[in-house]
C-alpha cells in the first residue's frame, strides 16, 4: 500500500496501491479457525468439548477399578462423547455464515466459495486433531492421578489406537460438515444429523431385511472397530468407507454444489 | 467504475431485474433510487457475484466481480448492515476482515475512528448495536481495505440527521477525491443532496437516468384544484398522465396543456407550476406511478 500524505481528518481517499493478491488458503483457514473461537457460542462449544472429556476421566478415577485404571482406558471412553460433540462444531461453523447473515460479508470478500468451503474443513479438521490431542492431554492426566492413588497408572498405549482415533473425530467433524453444507441451517442440520443415523440404527435393528445393510450403513456399527487397537480387516474398513461415502461424501459434495449455487441474500 | 449490462434476474416467471444497463464513472457519486421491491438489492447483488444473473453482466474496476482476485481492496460492499454476527464484537467482524484481506491490523483501529466507533462501542458485541451504529461499522467495513469504488444498499437507513450529513460528506469527499460511488436508497431527499447522477428503477426496468439537473428539470408540471377528482377527470379526458404528489398531482406536460384542459373542463386551479422546484419526490412519484411496488416475491 502507498503512502498518503497526512490527508485531513475524517477524510477517505481511493488509494492507488499494488495489486492485491487473492487471500491464501492458509490465510482463509486461519481466518475460519479464528471465527471458530471468537464469539461465545463458539468458545463454550471448545470448552464443553474439552470439559467433556475430563469429566469422562474423572468418573474412571473415581469408579473404575484400580486395574483398570490405565492410560489407554482414560483415553478411549473420552472419544465419544467429544465425537458426538465435533460435528455440532462443523455444523455450526458452516451453517451460521447462512443464519447469522454473514455470508453476505465473507462471499464479498472471497467470491470463490469453494475456497471459504475448504478453509472452513480445514478449520474443523483441525480442530479435531486437537480435540484427540486433549483426550490425550487429559488421559494423561488421569493416569498420572491414578498411579498416585493406587490405580495401574499403565502408559502403553498401541499406535494403531491413536490412528484410529484421529479417523474417527476427523471423520465425524466432517460428517457434521456435511450435512451443514447440505442443510445449511444450524437446527435443521443438528436434529439431521443426531437423529437420521440414529433412526438407521433403529431400523437396522428391528426390521430384519434391514440387517444386512445396516452392517455397511450405519456409522456406529462400522466405526465401532476404531473404538480398538486390533488391526481392521479389508472388509472392516470397506464397511467404513461405504458407510462414509453416503453419510460424509455424498452430502460433502451435493452440499458444496449447493453452496456454489446459492444466492447469498 | 461498475457497468451494469442488460442485467435480468428472474425467479421463475416473475422478473425482479429486467435488462437493467446502466455505469457508474470514477468521480461521480450515482444514486440509485426505486421503492420496495423495484430491484434495486438484487441489482447490487448481482453486481457484487452474491446472485447470478439470469442474463446479462456487470463489471467492476473492468472485471467481473467473482474475478477479482481480493475484491475488498478495488470495491467496498455494504449491502446489508444487520448482516453481522451477533455474537461478535464491533472490532472483531473489521480484524476478520481485515485479516482475510491481508491489511495491517491498525487499519480497524483507524477505520473505526473514521465512522465515529468509540473504542467502548468496538469492544461491544453488535448485538448490543443499534442500527445507526450497524450502519456505521458496515461504512467502516466497506472502507477497509481502501477501495476505489463503493457499493452501498441503503447506508442511510438507521442514521440519525448528523449521521446522515456526515455520510454525505464522506461520500461527496470519496468521490472528489476520484472513487466510485453506486448508493440505493428510497430516501429521495438524502440521495438529491449527494449524487450526480440518478439511476430510476420501478418494477425490475430503469424507469430514467441521467444526470441530476437534466432529470430534474423535467420532472413535468404541477397543479392543484378545491375539486381535486374534476381535476384528475379532466386530465385523463385529455390523455394526460398524471401521478398524486405529496402537494398536488404531478403532470407529465406543460403548463399551458395543464391549463387549457383545465379550462376546458371548467375547473379553477388553486394552483399551477413547474415540478421541477419541487425536487426529486415528485420525479421520482411520476416516473414510478403505475409501476408495481409490491415487494420482489422470491
Not at chain 1, 95 to 107: D, G, H, P, V
Request: glycine content about 10%; some cysteine.
Amino acid at each position: 500500500m502507498t503512502t498518503t500524505t497526512a490527508p485531513a481528518a475524517g477524510a477517505v481517499a481511493p488509494r492507488q496501491h499494488a495489486p492485491a493478491h487473492r487471500p491464501s488458503l492458509l490465510r482463509l483457514t486461519v481466518v475460519e479457525l479464528r471465527k471458530l473461537v471468537d464469539t461465545r457460542a463458539g468458545r463454550w462449544l471448545l470448552i464443553t468439548i474439552g470439559l467433556v472429556a475430563a469429566a469422562i476421566v474423572t468418573l474412571q478415577l473415581i469408579y473404575a477399578k484400580d486395574a483398570e485404571q490405565t492410560f489407554v482406558n482414560f483415553f478411549t471412553p473420552s472419544l465419544l462423547p467429544v465425537g458426538v460433540l465435533l460435528p455440532v462444531l462443523g455444523i455450526l461453523s458452516i451453517t451460521s455464515e447462512w443464519s447469522q447473515r454473514t455470508a453476505l460479508t465473507t462471499y464479498a470478500l472471497v467470491p470463490r466459495r469453494d475456497r471459504v468451503v475448504i478453509a472452513k474443513l480445514n478449520a474443523v479438521m483441525l480442530t479435531a486433531l486437537a480435540s484427540v490431542l486433549a483426550s490425550l492431554v487429559v488421559a494423561a492426566a488421569g493416569t498420572l492421578v491414578a498411579s498416585a492413588t493406587g490405580g495401574a497408572g499403565t502408559w502403553r498405549i498401541d499406535a494403531l489406537l491413536l490412528l484410529h482415533a484421529v479417523v474417527l473425530q476427523v471423520t465425524s467433524v466432517l460428517m457434521g460438515a456435511a450435512f451443514g453444507l447440505l442443510l445449511l441451517n444450524p437446527p435443521l442440520a443438528i436434529v439431521g444429523y443426531l437423529l437420521l443415523p440414529t433412526l438407521w440404527g433403529v431400523l437396522g435393528e428391528m426390521v430384519r431385511p434391514l440387517r444386512g445393510p445396516a452392517g455397511w450403513l450405519d456409522t456406529s456399527r462400522t466405526m465401532e472397530p476404531l473404538f480398538a487397537s486390533d488391526v481392521l480387516t479389508g472388509e472392516q474398513w470397506g464397511r467404513i468407507a461405504v458407510s462414509l461415502l453416503v453419510w460424509m461424501v455424498l452430502p460433502l459434495a451435493a452440499g458444496l454444489i449447493r453452496t456454489l449455487r446459492r444466492e447469498v441474500s | 467504475m461498475i457497468t451494469v449490462e442488460n442485467l435480468t434476474k428472474r425467479y421463475g416467471p416473475h422478473p425482479a431485474v429486467d435488462d437493467v444497463s446502466f455505469h457508474c464513472e470514477p468521480g461521480t457519486v450515482t444514486g440509485f433510487l426505486g421503492p420496495n421491491g423495484a430491484g434495486k438489492s438484487t441489482t447490487m447483488r448481482m453486481i457484487c457475484g452474491l446472485t447470478a444473473p439470469t442474463a446479462g453482466r456487470a463489471t467492476v474496476a473492468g472485471r467481473p466481480y467473482r474475478e477479482l482476485p481480493n475484491p475488498g481492496r478495488e470495491v467496498g460492499v455494504l449491502l446489508d448492515a444487520s448482516a453481522q454476527h451477533a455474537g461478535r464484537t464491533g472490532r472483531e467482524a473489521l480484524t476478520l476482515s481485515a485479516y482475510t484481506m491481508g491489511l495491517d491490523r491498525r487499519e480497524v483501529a483507524a477505520k473505526l475512528d473514521l465512522v465515529g466507533l468509540n473504542a467502548v462501542a468496538a469492544k461491544r458485541r453488535v448485538r448490543a448495536y443499534s442500527l445507526g451504529m450497524r450502519q456505521r461499522l458496515g461504512l467502516a467495513q466497506a472502507l477497509l481495505g481502501d477501495p476505489r469504488v463503493l457499493i452501498l444498499d441503503e447506508p442511510a437507513n438507521g442514521l440519525d440527521p448528523e449521521g446522515i450529513f456526515w455520510m454525505r460528506g464522506l461520500l461527496r469527499d470519496f468521490a472528489d477525491r476520484g472513487g466510485t460511488v453506486l448508493l440505493s436508497s428510497h430516501l429521495l431527499r438524502e440521495v438529491e443532496a449527494v449524487a450526480d447522477r440518478l439511476v430510476v428503477i420501478g418494477g425490475g426496468r430503469i424507469v430514467a437516468q441521467g444526470d441530476k439537473s437534466e432529470l430534474l428539470s423535467g420532472g413535468g408540471t404541477l397543479v392543484r384544484a378545491r375539486d381535486g377528482a374534476a381535476l384528475r377527470r379532466a386530465l385523463d379526458a385529455a390523455g394526460l398522465s398524471a401521478a398524486d404528489g405529496s402537494d398536488g398531482v404531478v403532470v407529465q406536460a406543460d403548463a399551458e396543456t395543464v391549463g387549457q384542459a383545465a379550462a376546458d373542463a371548467g375547473i379553477a386551479l388553486t394552483e399551477l407550476r413547474p415540478a421541477g422546484s419541487g425536487g426529486l419526490e415528485q420525479l421520482f412519484l411520476t416516473l414510478t406511478a403505475g409501476e408495481s411496488t409490491k415487494e420482489a416475491v422470491r
